[in-house]
């Protein structure tokens, strides 16, 4: 055979760990005749450091713990504040942004600057924040920081520069936005209320100017005192005293009444005419009981008073004021009234905030409301105000990722291009109907889809047991389809079965997914240890569901030595590995059973995907199986394996048989690395139900207690209790791996005997090398245990149809290829020339298609053995394998290590996965210390390591996943997606991508209010705020007050920023100024005209009065 070789440059000086002889460690061997020696492996590395770079790109879902809401008319975009400093702005479909304030306090109060393309911030460190939102990545322009006094509101007029800050004294400032320095001018509470007072009226809880004079300030104070303050005169025009506290304050657009909602449940409605009394109180809520006494109700929070063109009765819009006899068993509501109709509307989570939006900027002109936004707790819905049965709008977002706890992640870059429309075109059938038949009301902003875009799909698994598949391609994201995997089961009923012992509510929570795209196989594996296999169908069908079940418990209580477990194994031959009955010999008739009961009856299903087995681990001596911790699925194999702590099993799923069922200590025969310790008999064995199946509180911790189960530790790959885990990350330093790099896989051993409770980690089916003589590559299963031991299961598998649905499948260990320090994570492999070999798969045909009787239809195979894409057969390929602590490059068939690199020593890697990037492949790291690095391979050199993200929950550690095309992503919430990049090249095309925030839009002109009204209804827009508020009228604010910050881009930056907001906001003023000179010019003309007017007039009376009286001829 001739000899492969690639004379190419780059290798040897490019890897710091040299390049391993093959007579070191047990990988040692002599090359076979017809295989490469590693001094015959040279390839090439195009990638380099300058290759990568770690950069955030979007992030999906429900903004987590949610605080504020705020709404831009004219640019109609939307701002979410959450409790974490993080700010959502959200558009049209594509236009989705996120900004985090670095001290991480929570947003108070949200207030944009309509039209202006930028947002002031009010946060909970009493911080005011100025953000540019005209680039795609809105940035913090100023910062206002208050030492002495506490933010509690804030109010920005529309078309002003000057913002008024209410604070917990009970005092009013006011900010001007474009220098953001404080005014001089200041309204202090003793002045606002009067000198007989003596209680303090609390903080300020509103602030808004009248819409009849724009030099009317209204002020409202926590204890139930709202004044109307004079600006030009510094005076009190009324005030208006109440005995319940208010919470929110709305005006009638002509500016002659306004409405106040209280803490006891009660409207009030009063009158500028008469402010001693409201005009009129009412209780929307409350009934008033037969003794006299009115019902106690709940706090309004907010009130919205809306008028409309169409109708002559308003809209008062408003959350709470339920009386608390009847709220006990009702949701938290939002009312609307409108006439005599009263409609209210329950919510699924209790209201944060509401907005109703509105045609018109202008406060003074009719509003015409024609929806309600409102956030929710854990939701954000739309109210169609326009229809009389409000129905909800539609949700172009990603809000209901967190529908159920998510508790696995997926990510597939590159999917078949047919796959979405299909999965789409499935999902459609399952929206639930009913919506409004209006466009989505949030649209504003810019999104194209960008150049480089290709089909990539994410897949998440949640506690209730549902799977989603998402549309990702081009960083958005859009459900496609939705598994139900609970509707494979019966439903268990009280008191029956042994799920009910484990699980408290979600038994079919889902823990892992393999998904072959291609072949369109999907297995999920539950928390209930069991694994589904599901086909996909363009048909609806009615299927048996084929249900096996495994013993998978072997204890090493008996091992005395190797060679007692080689005589005595657990199968001799394929036929007796079928799982022991219940009640056979040996186990007591409560055992030997599934946690969950498979539905036995044919089940109708769907188009999409149809569940086609269901292999469960069954109770051994009153013990709950482990946990499943490793999984994988080949489509071209047939084959379905998956392991746990006590070992391997594998599934024919062709011949629906289980083909082996092996402990771990099984696996290596003879050849065990390790000396196995003889364990006493467990007298009292400790109970697993209380770990096995124990809670997502650890992953999110603002939840009840749904589930009690064991999730895998951080490397997602072992059982051991998650106190082990967090002592682990708080000092990794402390274990000891001197002697066997082992670490206690499980909770239910004692001290004395944790080595032999060994882990099946990760498997890998692939075409590779069984044996070191083997020439020609076979179907192999690549197994990585907790120990870091990597076995090899060569495979034997028919060639022909009819052959493999008949003859059995025959497989068995061939012993040890390596050693590796920590739990094996992941196998990859790669030919000679450095290129990734794919699985071979199955292409996909529907199960339940038409037969064509002339074409009988046969399977059609892909397969990428590593010698089709060589010069020569047998030449071999190269395994990558990559630890906790480290990775190795290995050549097959000889097993001589090539390159070895000490990843970690500090600490240990949480995921680890072999992706493209920039046309070749590269080895990606996340580590718990926070690091992300890359490693070039075969020569394992690194390119990349960069500390990103400090591990602070262990959601992270359980859905950190990378992909092809140098992404990842990440639960960074309980509700929230977080998508990154770690390749330059993407990163440098982000802007291009991302949506625009601001559209140039020509604001609206204000409404021709008429000649008389206008005349004597005084002017609103002649009133001067900068003759107020301006330095020379108003002085200097004390520099004690509040501390002025720059803004991260710096002044000069700052200044020279190309559309920036301070900028554009000064030009804007600029043009207003000049248009109000043309204005005021005008004025004078008219008023000269006036006199002149009224000159002649009197001169024409005098001149009457003088001749009134001659004769015509005396003239």
């Given at each position: 055979?001739?000899?492969?070789?690639?004379?190419?440059?780059?290798?040897?000086?490019?890897?710091?760990?040299?390049?391993?002889?093959?007579?070191?460690?047990?990988?040692?061997?002599?090359?076979?005749?017809?295989?490469?020696?590693?001094?015959?492996?040279?390839?090439?590395?195009?990638?380099?450091?300058?290759?990568?770079?770690?950069?955030?790109?979007?992030?999906?879902?429900?903004?987590?713990?949610?605080?504020?809401?705020?709404?831009?008319?004219?640019?109609?975009?939307?701002?979410?504040?959450?409790?974490?400093?993080?700010?959502?702005?959200?558009?049209?479909?594509?236009?989705?942004?996120?900004?985090?304030?670095?001290?991480?306090?929570?947003?108070?109060?949200?207030?944009?600057?309509?039209?202006?393309?930028?947002?002031?911030?009010?946060?909970?460190?009493?911080?005011?924040?100025?953000?540019?939102?005209?680039?795609?990545?809105?940035?913090?322009?100023?910062?206002?920081?208050?030492?002495?006094?506490?933010?509690?509101?804030?109010?920005?007029?529309?078309?002003?520069?000057?913002?008024?800050?209410?604070?917990?004294?009970?005092?009013?400032?006011?900010?001007?936005?474009?220098?953001?320095?404080?005014?001089?001018?200041?309204?202090?509470?003793?002045?606002?209320?009067?000198?007989?007072?003596?209680?303090?009226?609390?903080?300020?809880?509103?602030?808004?100017?009248?819409?009849?004079?724009?030099?009317?300030?209204?002020?409202?104070?926590?204890?139930?005192?709202?004044?109307?303050?004079?600006?030009?005169?510094?005076?009190?025009?009324?005030?208006?005293?109440?005995?319940?506290?208010?919470?929110?304050?709305?005006?009638?657009?002509?500016?002659?009444?306004?409405?106040?909602?209280?803490?006891?449940?009660?409207?009030?409605?009063?009158?500028?005419?008469?402010?001693?009394?409201?005009?009129?109180?009412?209780?929307?809520?409350?009934?008033?009981?037969?003794?006299?006494?009115?019902?106690?109700?709940?706090?309004?929070?907010?009130?919205?008073?809306?008028?409309?063109?169409?109708?002559?009765?308003?809209?008062?819009?408003?959350?709470?004021?339920?009386?608390?006899?009847?709220?006990?068993?009702?949701?938290?509501?939002?009312?609307?009234?409108?006439?005599?109709?009263?409609?209210?509307?329950?919510?699924?989570?209790?209201?944060v905030e509401f907005l109703v939006l509105c045609d018109t900027p202008y406060s003074n002109e009719v509003q015409d409301p024609y929806a309600v936004v409102v956030l929710l707790?854990?939701?954000?819905?739309?109210?169609?105000?326009?229809?009389?049965?409000?129905?909800?709008?539609?949700?172009?977002?990603?809000?209901?990722?967190?529908?159920?706890?998510?508790?696995?992640?997926?990510?597939?870059?590159?999917?078949?291009?047919?796959?979405?429309?299909?999965?789409?075109?499935?999902?459609?059938?399952?929206?639930?109907?009913?919506?409004?038949?209006?466009?989505?009301?949030?649209?504003?902003?810019?999104?194209?889809?960008?150049?480089?875009?290709?089909?990539?799909?994410?897949?998440?698994?949640?506690?209730?047991?549902?799977?989603?598949?998402?549309?990702?391609?081009?960083?958005?994201?859009?459900?496609?389809?939705?598994?139900?995997?609970?509707?494979?089961?019966?439903?268990?009923?009280?008191?029956?079965?042994?799920?009910?012992?484990?699980?408290?509510?979600?038994?079919?929570?889902?823990?892992?997914?393999?998904?072959?795209?291609?072949?369109?196989?999907?297995?999920?594996?539950?928390?209930?240890?069991?694994?589904?296999?599901?086909?996909?169908?363009?048909?609806?069908?009615?299927?048996?569901?084929?249900?096996?079940?495994?013993?998978?418990?072997?204890?090493?209580?008996?091992?005395?030595?190797?060679?007692?477990?080689?005589?005595?194994?657990?199968?001799?031959?394929?036929?007796?590995?079928?799982?022991?009955?219940?009640?056979?010999?040996?186990?007591?008739?409560?055992?030997?059973?599934?946690?969950?009961?498979?539905?036995?009856?044919?089940?109708?299903?769907?188009?999409?995907?149809?569940?086609?087995?269901?292999?469960?681990?069954?109770?051994?001596?009153?013990?709950?199986?482990?946990?499943?911790?490793?999984?994988?699925?080949?489509?071209?194999?047939?084959?379905?394996?998956?392991?746990?702590?006590?070992?391997?099993?594998?599934?024919?799923?062709?011949?629906?048989?289980?083909?082996?069922?092996?402990?771990?200590?099984?696996?290596?025969?003879?050849?065990?690395?390790?000396?196995?310790?003889?364990?006493?008999?467990?007298?009292?064995?400790?109970?697993?139900?209380?770990?096995?199946?124990?809670?997502?509180?650890?992953?999110?911790?603002?939840?009840?207690?749904?589930?009690?189960?064991?999730?895998?530790?951080?490397?997602?790959?072992?059982?051991?209790?998650?106190?082990?885990?967090?002592?682990?990350?708080?000092?990794?330093?402390?274990?000891?791996?001197?002697?066997?790099?082992?670490?206690?896989?499980?909770?239910?051993?004692?001290?004395?005997?944790?080595?032999?409770?060994?882990?099946?980690?990760?498997?890998?089916?692939?075409?590779?090398?069984?044996?070191?003589?083997?020439?020609?590559?076979?179907?192999?299963?690549?197994?990585?245990?907790?120990?870091?031991?990597?076995?090899?299961?060569?495979?034997?598998?028919?060639?022909?149809?009819?052959?493999?649905?008949?003859?059995?499948?025959?497989?068995?260990?061939?012993?040890?290829?390596?050693?590796?320090?920590?739990?094996?994570?992941?196998?990859?492999?790669?030919?000679?020339?450095?290129?990734?070999?794919?699985?071979?798969?199955?292409?996909w045909r529907d199960p339940n298609g038409p037969e064509d009787p002339d074409r009988p239809r046969r399977r059609k195979l892909i397969n990428f053995s590593p010698s089709s894409?060589?010069?020569?057969?047998?030449?071999?390929?190269?395994?990558?394998?990559?630890?906790?602590?480290?990775?190795?490059?290995?050549?097959?068939?000889?097993?001589?290590?090539?390159?070895?690199?000490?990843?970690?020593?500090?600490?240990?890697?949480?995921?680890?996965?072999?992706?493209?990037?920039?046309?070749?492949?590269?080895?990606?790291?996340?580590?718990?210390?926070?690091?992300?690095?890359?490693?070039?391979?075969?020569?394992?050199?690194?390119?990349?390591?960069?500390?990103?993200?400090?591990?602070?929950?262990?959601?992270?550690?359980?859905?950190?996943?990378?992909?092809?095309?140098?992404?990842?992503?990440?639960?960074?919430?309980?509700?929230?997606?977080?998508?990154?990049?770690?390749?330059?090249?993407?990163?440098?095309?982000?802007?291009?991508?991302?949506?625009?925030?601001?559209?140039?839009?020509?604001?609206?002109?204000?409404?021709?209010?008429?000649?008389?009204?206008?005349?004597?209804?005084?002017?609103?827009?002649?009133?001067?705020?900068?003759?107020?508020?301006?330095?020379?009228?108003?002085?200097?604010?004390?520099?004690?007050?509040?501390?002025?910050?720059?803004?991260?881009?710096?002044?000069?930056?700052?200044?020279?920023?190309?559309?920036?907001?301070?900028?554009?906001?000064?030009?804007?003023?600029?043009?207003?100024?000049?248009?109000?000179?043309?204005?005021?010019?005008?004025?004078?003309?008219?008023?000269?005209?006036?006199?002149?007017?009224?000159?002649?007039?009197?001169?024409?009376?005098?001149?009457?009065?003088?001749?009134?009286?001659?004769?015509?001829?005396?003239?």
């Open positions: 055979m001739k000899k492969f070789r690639k004379v190419l440059d780059g290798l040897s000086s490019s890897s710091p760990g040299g390049v391993a002889s093959p007579s070191c460690g047990s990988a040692a061997g002599t090359p076979t005749a017809h295989a490469p020696t590693p001094q015959d492996i040279h390839v090439q590395e195009t990638l380099v450091s300058e290759n990568f770079q770690i950069c955030k790109t979007v992030r999906h879902g429900f903004p987590y713990q949610p605080t504020c809401l705020a709404f831009d008319p004219v640019q109609k975009i939307l701002a979410i504040g959450s409790r974490t400093g993080g700010i959502r702005i959200l558009g049209r479909p594509g236009v989705d942004c996120y900004s985090q304030h670095e001290s991480g306090a929570a947003v108070l109060q949200l207030q944009f600057l309509i039209n202006e393309g930028a947002l002031v911030t009010a946060c909970a460190d009493d911080t005011l924040h100025l953000w540019n939102l005209r680039q795609r990545r809105p940035a913090i322009l100023h910062s206002l920081k208050f030492n002495r006094e506490r933010i509690t509101f804030c109010h920005l007029p529309f078309q002003s520069k000057w913002l008024y800050v209410g604070t917990e004294r009970g005092n009013t400032h006011i900010v001007n936005i474009e220098s953001f320095v404080l005014s001089g001018y200041v309204i202090m509470w003793n002045k606002a209320i009067e000198l007989a007072t003596k209680a303090h009226p609390g903080p300020v809880v509103h602030l808004s100017d009248s819409p009849k004079d724009e030099g009317k300030l209204l002020i409202g104070f926590e204890s139930g005192t709202v004044v109307q303050w004079d600006l030009r005169a510094k005076k009190v025009d009324f005030r208006i005293y109440y005995d319940e506290a208010i919470h929110s304050v709305s005006w009638h657009h002509e500016g002659k009444q306004f409405m106040c909602s209280h803490s006891d449940g009660s409207l009030t409605m009063w009158n500028l005419r008469n402010t001693a009394r409201p005009i009129q109180i009412t209780y929307p809520h409350g009934k008033i009981l037969k003794d006299g006494r009115k019902e106690s109700c709940k706090p309004i929070l907010k009130v919205e008073y809306k008028t409309s063109r169409n109708s002559s009765e308003p809209y008062v819009i408003f959350s709470g004021g339920l009386s608390y006899d009847k709220s006990g068993g009702r949701r938290p509501t939002l009312t609307i009234m409108h006439g005599k109709a009263i409609t209210v509307l329950e919510m699924d989570h209790p209201i707790e854990k939701d954000f819905i739309v109210v169609d105000l326009t229809q009389s049965n409000f129905p909800i709008f539609e949700n172009p977002y990603p809000m209901d990722i967190h529908e159920s706890p998510v508790t696995c992640t997926a990510y597939f870059a590159e999917c078949p291009p047919d796959i979405i429309p299909i999965l789409y075109s499935i999902g459609a059938k399952q929206k639930k109907t009913g919506y409004s038949h209006k466009e989505w009301p949030v649209s504003g902003g810019t999104w194209t889809l960008g150049s480089q875009t290709y089909p990539e799909i994410i897949v998440t698994g949640h506690a209730d047991g549902t799977v989603k598949f998402w549309d990702a391609s081009a960083i958005t994201l859009q459900m496609l389809y939705k598994l139900k995997t609970s509707k494979v089961f019966e439903k268990p009923k009280a008191g029956e079965g042994r799920a009910g012992e484990l699980v408290e509510e979600d038994p079919y929570a889902v823990q892992m997914v393999s998904w072959c795209p291609h072949s369109r196989l999907f297995c999920v594996v539950g928390i209930s240890a069991h694994v589904i296999l599901y086909r996909f169908s363009k048909h609806d069908a009615n299927t048996q569901i084929v249900s096996l079940e495994v013993r998978l418990q072997f204890d090493s209580e008996d091992v005395i030595s190797p060679s007692e477990a080689e005589n005595n194994p657990c199968f001799s031959d394929p036929s007796s590995h079928s799982p022991q009955p219940p009640g056979s010999p040996g186990s007591g008739t409560q055992d030997s059973l599934p946690c969950l009961k498979v539905k036995s009856r044919p089940v109708r299903m769907p188009p999409g995907y149809q569940a086609e087995m269901v292999v469960q681990l069954q109770w051994v001596d009153g013990e709950p199986p482990q946990q499943i911790t490793s999984l994988d699925i080949n489509s071209a194999y047939g084959l379905l394996a998956f392991g746990n702590c006590n070992g391997l099993t594998v599934v024919d799923f062709l011949q629906k048989t289980i083909l082996m069922c092996m402990g771990t200590l099984d696996l290596y025969g003879a050849a065990d690395p390790y000396q196995r310790l003889t364990r006493s008999p467990r007298k009292n064995r400790q109970s697993t139900s209380d770990f096995c199946m124990r809670g997502l509180s650890h992953f999110y911790s603002d939840s009840k207690k749904r589930i009690r189960t064991s999730y895998q530790s951080l490397t997602e790959l072992s059982d051991n209790q998650v106190s082990m885990d967090m002592e682990k990350s708080k000092s990794p330093t402390s274990e000891s791996r001197e002697n066997s790099f082992s670490r206690s896989r499980s909770s239910s051993v004692s001290s004395i005997d944790r080595d032999t409770k060994e882990s099946v980690t990760t498997l890998q089916f692939g075409e590779s090398y069984g044996r070191k003589g083997d020439a020609l590559p076979t179907a192999c299963l690549w197994v990585g245990t907790s120990l870091g031991v990597v076995l090899l299961l060569p495979i034997s598998i028919p060639t022909e149809e009819e052959e493999r649905m008949e003859e059995p499948i025959t497989m068995g260990p061939s012993g040890t290829v390596l050693m590796l320090k920590g739990s094996v994570l992941r196998f990859a492999f790669l030919d000679c020339g450095g290129a990734l070999i794919q699985s071979p798969y199955e292409v894409s060589q010069e020569a057969c047998g030449d071999g390929h190269l395994a990558v394998v990559c630890s906790e602590k480290q990775a190795k490059v290995i050549l097959m068939p000889t097993q001589a290590v090539l390159f070895t690199h000490n990843i970690t020593e500090s600490s240990f890697l949480l995921r680890a996965d072999v992706v493209s990037v920039c046309n070749s492949v590269c080895l990606a790291c996340f580590c718990a210390n926070g690091h992300i690095m890359t490693l070039s391979l075969p020569s394992l050199r690194p390119l990349m390591d960069i500390n990103y993200l400090p591990l602070t929950d262990l959601r992270i550690a359980r859905t950190f996943v990378f992909t092809n095309g140098g992404q990842a992503l990440y639960l960074s919430s309980p509700t929230e997606i977080q998508r990154l990049t770690y390749s330059q090249e993407m990163t440098d095309n982000l802007q291009d991508m991302l949506g625009e925030l601001f559209t140039p839009i020509e604001t609206p002109e204000a409404q021709n209010k008429g000649f008389l009204k206008g005349f004597f209804g005084g002017n609103a827009q002649t009133f001067d705020r900068e003759e107020l508020f301006g330095e020379a009228a108003a002085g200097k604010a004390s520099r004690s007050l509040a501390q002025h910050i720059p803004g991260p881009m710096g002044l000069e930056n700052m200044k020279a920023a190309a559309g920036g907001v301070v900028g554009d906001l000064a030009r804007a003023r600029i043009a207003l100024d000049q248009r109000g000179e043309r204005l005021g010019e005008l004025e004078e003309r008219t008023a000269l005209m006036m006199n002149s007017a009224e000159t002649f007039s009197t001169h024409a009376h005098q001149v009457m009065l003088k001749h009134k009286d001659k004769k015509w001829y005396q003239l």
